[in-house]
């Protein structure tokens, strides 16, 4: 039950890091465009508009910035984009339909990771206590109480 | 000597398959003439591999533009710094370095082991001949950089203006070093996997390969970083290219593999998790060149021919599988017997931590590949950029961060709650020191920078950590000993060089992180269109553009150099000379930074534009923490060395293990 709460934990967690509007580091409109697009240069650069210095983004940029000022908001540039080049000019995908296993896959990898780790510590645990338990418990007992407990915390102490 | 080389890589070839054959024969049939006989191979086929280079090397030092590769990458204006590093510039003198390398550290391998491990070492070396006849081949029949062109011209096409700058010298081959280094734990893995040989035998006899390779590896991605950073112009040093991602995955793994032969070294536990490991490193190198030879994701990176993406694919599948296939086959003997005392125990946190690493690995992999997935399922394909790393990778670091604070305190076996509350006291109370003392000075509220302020205090506790760890020793080494402190410091860390040097590592680290995590949120930026004279201000500097200049450097180059001058608090700071280079017969003009760095921030100005009438168009860029970063390298260089270093007590350790073992993989004479 801990253990389903801890992984429950990490996925709503995770969800919420996913699910967050992003909010761009200086807040301005066009960095926000900047961000959310690809240079669409001859060149075929492969770079985020942010990231590229080629004419084209140069462009591209001043372009936006007159969308800005003319009113236009950041979603409907975006929109016009995509309906000019197709989801490729987005730097990420979008978050619904099939690309949102693109933002899925890795948490629900991590988490069934992390249950198969905590399974198998488990299980790795389960084969010490065993024979711990079976074969030495007349030494066990035989030692006193403090002084098993102060044996344990010097081998707890002491580094490999 | 253009044929001379040519011929050499054919008898490079012949030799190296000739040496594989021979090597598995004198294993499986117990055959020492056979062994002798192969043992002279690595040598010769090193030997072939080295002339061809030189003949390469002579064609570009000497203008040959007979040859098509010299031709396409060097021209007469060329200086001769760049033309020693066309070499790997392009497609098929890169994978002609590739096999340099590669026969290299066969060569060594050869010497360090021809009269010992004889179970293992025959087959270790017939796996690193069958890679490097894969290259040769590739070099011989695909890609061969002796191709000629009938009609000489007079000059070459010229170097990528891009690659003309020094880290075209020092970065390709670093990353090289690092990509071609895990050949050889994957080889001696590989040989423990046949020769039945499983226990931590090949790890130990590794250690030192996959320390190096790391190193290279590690220290090529910020040399990677650095060179974006200096030479693209965008203010940034990490844009999860596609390539970048193929040099990022395997360090990753190689980081995973790392921290979790310790357990198997301590414990005897994870072999088949190890093998797993090294075996994934490996195809992650393959596939990380496929990547950059495919032309199949769009990269800044990739090579110009993409036909050759598909030999690399061909070779990642029948590595794959035969290594799968080999691994399965030995699982019985790969098993131990598993045993913890404890969910709460540094062998946990070394599992959880594999957990996090490979997550990442993982989030990394699924995002190159996505497009891919994507364009198979919908037909439709998308880009997956930056925004998608940083919001799936950023909380898995972060949780790995504290990690590396905790596995290192964290109690071997188990951990109790008396001990927990003795380790982590201190750096617990450090991190809440630094949460409350940073709440107030640092800005929250976005994502990013919520961020930040948690990687700031998980930086202050890891490096709590760590430091309490050094302290302890110290400490504990002056009571017993008449020692000063320093003198104490350096004798705990000397005689316990592997411990110590990986707490140095962490620290490069964690001053890594910092660095990314400054300059991701508190960076800004301004574009100004100026006339000379004008001034601008940008976080309390004054930005005053002087004039503009024109150089013809070379009869290929031309410079236009823009002068600022920069002041702070009313007095002069620094004076600004940011650039564009022209290139004859380029269509895109190349950016030349100048960059101010300071421990605080860099001041980073980029020259945009400029108009006939002088005025100019200027980037200016603060980012905040920026040297912490390369800061946080070499201290990972240092601690790298420090733990590599020759250790007697441990070899001495080693030898007395060995005896009590008698031998770990005893010679065919021996048996």
Redesign the interface.
Known sequence: MHMLKFFLSIFV??WF??S?P??????SLLQDLE??L?CKCD??????L??????TS?KTRAKFTKLLDSGLTVDQIIKSQVDKY????????TKFG??LT??V???V??IA??VG?RK??????G??QKPDSEDVPEEKSATPGKYSKRL??E???I?? | MNDIGEFTLLVALATAIYGCVAYVMSARGNRIDLYLSADKTPLIVWGCVMISSICLWRGFLTNDFSLQYVWAYSNIELDTFYKVASFWGGQKGSLLFWTLLLTTYTVVVHFQNRKKNLRVVPYAMAVLFIIIIFFLFLVNFSTNPFERIPLPPEDGRGLNPLLQNYWMVIHPPTLYLGYVGFTVPFAFAVAALISKNLDDGWIRLTRKWTLISWFFLCMGNLFGASWAYVELGWGGYWAWDPVENAAFMPLLIATAFLHSVMIQEKKDMMKVWNMSLILLTFVMTIFGTFITRSGLIQSVHTFDEATLGYYFLAFLFVILFSCMALIIARLPLLKSENQLDSFLSRESSFLFNNLLLLGIAFATFWGTIFPIISEAVRGIKITVGPPFYNQVNVPIGLALLALVGIGPVIAWRRATVSNLKKNFFKPLAAAFIAAVALAPVIPLGSRVENYTYITFVLCVFVLACILIEFFKGTAARMGLHEESMFGALATVTWRNKRRYGGYIVHIGIVLIFAGIAGSQAYGTHVEKHLKTGETFKIRGYDITYEKLVAIEATSVKTRVIAQLQVERNGSHYWTARPEKEFYKGQNQPVSEVDVLSTWKEDLYMILADFRDDESATIKVYVNPMVSWMWTGGWVIAFGTMISMWPDRLEQRRRLERFRREETLFPSPAQE
């Open positions: 967690a995770a890091v996913v967050a992003e909010i761009s580091q200086a807040g961000n959310a690809m060149d075929k650069c492969g770079k985020v942010i990231n590229c210095t080629c004419s140069d197709g989801e490729t000019v987005l730097s990420a995908p099939f690309n693109a933002w896959m890795p948490f990898a991590l990771g992390g780790v198998i510590i488990n299980s790795w645990i084969k010490k344990q915390d081998l707890d102490g580094e490999l």
